[in-house]
């Protein structure tokens, strides 16, 4: 069985989400990164363009919002929002990454 939240908890995380790109001006780039999919400095986010950008950028905000859960937690929180959210949520939520990444971004 697929580990999913409740719509409420998603939706609650995802606000939180949302909340840190907008106010805490979190950037997001990419780069081929190898050994994870994606890594964070707690102000840049940079996704592999290969791997699932969608449930990296939502794992690498987790870190930033969830700075004391260990990787074990943030996976599965990473798993149940993944398996929760809608497709209009998931569209919604990429419109606003693509809003924080910077026009000049390196692709390295
Ligand atoms: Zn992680």
Same mark, same amino acid.
């Given at each position: 069985?697929?580990?999913?939240?409740?719509?409420?908890?998603?939706?609650?995380?995802? +606000?939180?989400?949302?909340? %840190?790109?907008? =106010?805490?001006?979190?950037?997001?780039?990419?780069?081929?990164?190898?050994?994870?999919?994606?890594?964070?400095?707690?102000?840049? /986010?940079?996704?592999?363009?290969?791997?699932?950008?969608?449930?990296? #950028?939502?794992?690498? %905000?987790?870190?930033?919002?969830?700075? *004391?859960? =260990?990787?074990?937690?943030?996976?599965? %929180?990473?798993?149940?929002?993944?398996?929760? /959210?809608?497709?209009? *949520? #998931? +569209?919604?939520?990429? *419109?606003? %990454?693509?809003?924080?990444?910077?026009?000049?971004?390196?692709?390295?």
């Amino acid at each position: 069985m697929a580990y999913r939240l409740s719509d409420k908890k998603c939706k609650k995380l995802m +606000r939180r989400l949302y909340f %840190l790109l907008k =106010t805490k001006k979190i950037h997001v780039c990419f780069k081929r990164i190898g050994q994870n999919n994606g890594e964070t400095d707690y102000k840049i /986010i940079y996704l592999d363009p290969r791997e699932d950008i969608l449930a990296t #950028a939502i794992h690498e %905000l987790l870190h930033i919002e969830l700075r *004391q859960n =260990t990787e074990k937690e943030i996976k599965k %929180l990473e798993e149940g929002i993944m398996n929760t /959210i809608s497709h209009w *949520q #998931a +569209r919604h939520f990429l *419109q606003k %990454l693509i809003k924080r990444m910077p026009k000049n971004y390196k692709l390295m």
